[in-house]
């Protein structure tokens, strides 16, 4: 799939969501029934605070000229998938007018496509012009009537770009700006409940002219254009010692059983002092101390449509960095660090899925409402089909103490099997269907998911069923001493467009590009995955996964056999019962075929010295995260990693991080 269908694609399935807002609550909050929806006799209050956020789709121009030194000018136009918040304050007088103010910040999608306004190439460079972020500070006016509201809206517009050159020679140089503009649009607005509207909104930004100068001796100028078509969720705020605040205007509250908000904000800075290394390749960790962070936000959108019928919306806010780039260990530190960097925030629709369930009858269960996962009684014999954009690991290799990144262990080979390359882009997600047949003692849950296209890409080979992830997994359940435990056992099988490291390496002439040896290639693969509690407040895992280890890996770590365990302990003997404390090692070790094609200089996804003195990597994890309240945890975490990258002339490395996570 390419790029610029991923983001129509994400388009219309944020559109499809938003629509599915506007009109399921509505429906139940017919004028007829006012027993139902006594809140609807009463027009809805417009007058006050809000705020919400939006998605939708950018359209842009942008006509540049290059001096290096003579004159290239290029013209076009950009534009993709979008995110952002808003908030404002709303006046409305007796007789309907409104006026109101609004800011908002509004960020590109994660694919590079989307936010690149022009690239100009020379002789002796490539200059790039991107957009980082656009902020507006508008005034609305408009007629609001009962639920309705149309408005007009303009102000003033800045928008903040980054200006890069790649020259042939020497190094590459970067630039910050911000330019200042206007914007002028419309739009339309529902209140659907007490507290909450959704909006669809048509926004014009013109801005002025761009002039660089970089020392080097180029310089660049650029007019431009964008447009916006945003769809956006508002919630109004009753503030403190207002008449009207209530526990009603508790802003988690969605005022309807028909859906669910939950929201996360994880911010993780990371580094490490200086350690030793013989020497240092494209994909190491530098020997020098490094600090970075990475931060994430979202919130979870959920809806149920009818009796078993639901859909779930992620959209995420995403900024940082991994440490050096997300390369040089292949269990790497930071479960938060994408393969991705990101300077400022950049938005990505994480999750959008649809999931049936049909229950069989019989004895019930309650399941708990969670990001996931909407609130209400089931039947435990039932069948659950999901479809969509989501995470394979959000359906599979579950696990009590060492799953969430966000919570527990940070270390990719601790918070998952790290030789399961389960089909994922960039920041982990892919396209898929699971279905899972669930009992009292054990549960089945099959899968297929699309494959990248090639490895370590953002856009998705689209031969459905020839090239893709399949995966079985089999979970028991059982009682040993009135304490639970799960053993999970997990098949996949890989189809992809993918080299061969044995091939590449028995052709000098291929200079260890493993990109001219892909063809269609099948890896395979296993995982066991242990949990037991061995007291209320004492948990064990352990997990063992492996793959065939011949064709290079294509979504996830250079990982072919992987063993990891630990302990998870609450605090309750010591008066903290929401505390936690985790300790955990893991093994990591390559295939013979994959050590030999590092070994002789090639590069892996997250590895690759240029030599490899061969010893399996080892990780030593444990972290203390310290309940500030129910809702904001503060985590110290250390990682002891032996071995960096499988090669015994670097490290040991010490990782220190600290985490602070909210949710609500």
């Not at 989307?114 to 656009?134: G, V």
């Not at 979970?475 to 009135?482: G, N």
């Not at 080299?499 to 890896?523: M, V």
């Not at 990982?559 to 090692?585: F, N």
Request: avoid cysteine.
């Amino acid at each position: 799939m390419s790029r610029f269908k991923t983001s129509r694609t994400n388009l219309i399935a944020g559109a499809t969501i938003g629509a599915l807002s506007f009109a399921a609550p509505a429906q139940a909050a017919d004028l007829k029934l006012p027993v139902k929806a006594p809140h609807l006799q009463q027009a809805f209050d417009w007058n006050g605070f809000y705020i919400g956020g939006h998605t939708g789709y950018s359209r842009g121009s942008t006509s540049a000229v290059l001096w290096d030194p003579a004159p290239a000018a290029v013209s076009g136009n950009f534009g993709g998938v979008i995110g952002g918040l808003q908030a404002g304050y709303n006046w409305r007088a007796p007789s309907g007018l409104l006026f109101g103010v609004e800011a908002d910040l509004t960020f590109p999608n994660y694919l590079h496509s989307n936010s690149q306004m022009s690239l100009i190439s020379t002789p002796r460079t490539d200059f790039i012009e991107d957009w980082d972020y656009i902020g507006t500070v508008r005034g609305r006016i408009g007629y609001a009537s009962s639920h309705w509201l149309l408005y007009a809206t303009g102000g003033f517009a800045y928008m903040g770009e980054r200006f890069t050159t790649l020259p042939a020679e020497g190094f590459v140089a970067k630039q910050l700006g911000v330019r200042l503009g206007w914007a002028a649009g419309a739009g339309v607005e529902y209140a659907f409940a007490p507290h909450w509207t959704v909006r669809l909104e048509y926004l014009y930004n013109q801005f002025e002219r761009a002039n660089v100068a970089f020392p080097s001796g180029e310089r660049y100028t650029s007019t431009s254009d964008l447009q916006l078509l945003r769809l956006g969720l508002n919630r109004k705020i009753d503030l403190p010692g207002s008449p009207k605040l209530s526990a009603k205007t508790d802003i988690t509250d969605p005022e309807s059983p028909r859906w669910e908000i939950h929201g996360q904000t994880t911010y993780l800075p990371q580094g490490y002092p200086a350690f030793r290394a013989a020497y240092t390749g494209p994909n190491s960790l530098t020997p020098a101390p490094q600090a970075k962070a990475t931060w994430s936000n979202g919130l979870y959108l959920n809806m149920r449509l009818w009796e078993g019928g639901e859909v779930y919306y992620n959209p995420e806010l995403l900024q940082g960095f991994g440490l050096n780039d997300t390369v040089g260990v292949a269990g790497f530190p930071n479960g938060e660090a994408q393969k991705s960097n990101f300077p400022y925030p950049h938005y990505n629709t994480s999750r959008l899925f649809f999931r049936q369930t049909f229950g069989f009858g019989g004895e019930q269960e309650e399941l708990p409402s969670g990001a996931l996962q909407l609130s209400g009684k089931v039947d435990i014999n039932r069948l659950t089909l999901q479809v969509g954009k989501f995470a394979v690991m959000d359906v599979f290799d579950g696990n009590a103490y060492a799953k969430d990144t966000r919570k527990d262990f940070l270390n990719w080979s601790m918070w998952a099997p790290g030789a399961f390359d389960y089909s994922a882009d960039k920041v982990g997600l892919t396209y898929g269907a699971t279905a899972e047949l669930n009992q009292k003692q054990w549960a089945l849950r099959a899968g297929y998911f699309l494959m990248p296209a090639v490895s370590n890409a953002n856009n998705f080979d689209t031969q459905v069923f020839r090239r893709g992830t399949y995966a079985l997994e089999l979970e028991t359940r059982w009682s040993l001493f009135s304490l639970p435990g799960k053993l999970r056992a997990i098949a996949w099988l890989n189809s992809a467009f993918s080299g061969s490291y044995r091939e590449t390496l028995n052709n000098p002439l291929l200079d260890l590009d493993i990109a001219q040896t892909r063809t269609g290639r099948t890896k395979y693969g296993y995982v066991f995955n242990l949990e037991q509690a061995l007291a209320d407040d004492l948990g064990l895992f352990a997990r063992w996964s492996w793959n065939d280890g011949k064709t290079e890996i294509m979504a996830f770590t250079d990982i072919d056999a992987s063993l990891s365990t630990g302990l998870s302990i609450k605090g309750t003997r010591w008066g903290r019962p929401d505390d936690v404390i985790g300790i955990g090692g893991a093994i990591n070790a390559l295939s013979r075929d994959h050590r030999d094609f590092l070994a002789a200089g090639g590069l892996g996804v997250l590895v690759g010295d240029g030599a490899l003195n061969y010893r399996r990597e080892r990780i030593l994890e444990t972290y203390y995260a310290y309940a500030l309240t129910k809702a904001i945890t503060l985590t110290a975490d250390y990682q002891f990693i032996t071995n960096p990258a499988y090669n015994a002339d670097r490290g040991p490395v010490h990782v220190f991080s600290g985490r602070l996570h909210g949710e609500f």
